[in-house]
């Protein structure tokens, strides 16, 4: 039963820390996705990769975030130093992309519940 | 700007009545619309996917519409039973990025 898996599921850290949020794709699947969702601001996205290479991150506050694929099976999406704002689900998808744009299914993971103190 | 809606933001219904969860956007230049369940402290469960040059999808109990020249989506519960209390999101696929409804939160009344 092939899944998205996020580690850790929950995540309570103090401002300042830095914080490693992992998502393993789905095998065979070539894009990976980072979403954030907030009770105020519900699901948004954060960045998008292609076949490992970030196509978007325009979604990130830069200046904290960071987000990479190290190889085809592990995304990561770093927070350094956090904040309290910062709390919220951050869940990560992944899908499989044919040509130029992205027609399929995402498949999402669980979601890390990140709170910051 | 793509902008999805999705009315109502709460539903209570007794078991076994069939209902309908509708989403709407505001450009019609889309790639595909899914529906998804997300559970209470929980992930998202994709449940529909329709491309754009499809009309409906159906799985089981559900069935999903699309118009695309309205803006219009329709998810279609038959015979709803307790398990189906969730909240269904609907989101917009242009290009790559998903834009998300708010969400109808939906119980059914055993």
């Known amino acids: 039963d092939a899944r998205v898996t996020q580690t850790p599921r929950d995540k309570v850290t103090e401002m300042g820390q830095e914080v490693t949020m992992r998502c393993q794709p789905i095998?065979?699947?070539?894009?990976v996705f980072w979403y954030r969702q907030t009770m105020m601001q519900g699901l948004e996205l954060l960045a998008y990769?292609?076949?490992?290479?970030?196509?978007?991150d325009s979604g990130m506050p830069k200046d904290r975030f960071s987000a990479e694929m190290p190889d085809a099976t592990l995304a990561t999406l770093k927070i350094q130093p956090s904040e309290p704002r910062d709390s919220a689900v951050y869940f990560c998808?992944?899908?499989?992309?044919?040509?130029?744009?992205?027609?399929?299914?995402?498949?999402f993971g669980p979601g890390t519940r990140l709170t910051v103190l | 700007k793509q902008e999805v809606t999705q009315i109502p933001a709460a539903l209570s219904v007794p078991e076994g009545e069939n209902l309908v969860l509708n989403c709407s956007f505001t450009d019609s230049a889309i790639y595909n619309l899914q529906w998804f369940r997300q559970d209470p402290g929980k992930g998202l469960t994709s449940l529909l996917l329709i491309q754009s040059s499809q009309r409906e999808q159906t799985s089981g109990r559900l069935n999903a519409s699309l118009d695309k020249s309205s803006g219009r989506s329709t998810l279609y519960i038959a015979a709803s039973q307790p398990g189906d209390s969730a909240t269904y999101l609907c989101a917009v696929n242009s290009n790559y990025q998903l834009i998300w409804g708010a969400g109808t939160k939906l119980i059914i009344k055993p």
């Open positions: 095998l065979g699947h070539n894009t």
């Open positions: 998808a992944s899908g499989l992309a044919l040509g130029g744009a992205f027609y399929n299914e995402q498949f």
């Open positions: 990769f292609r076949n490992r290479a970030p196509l978007d």
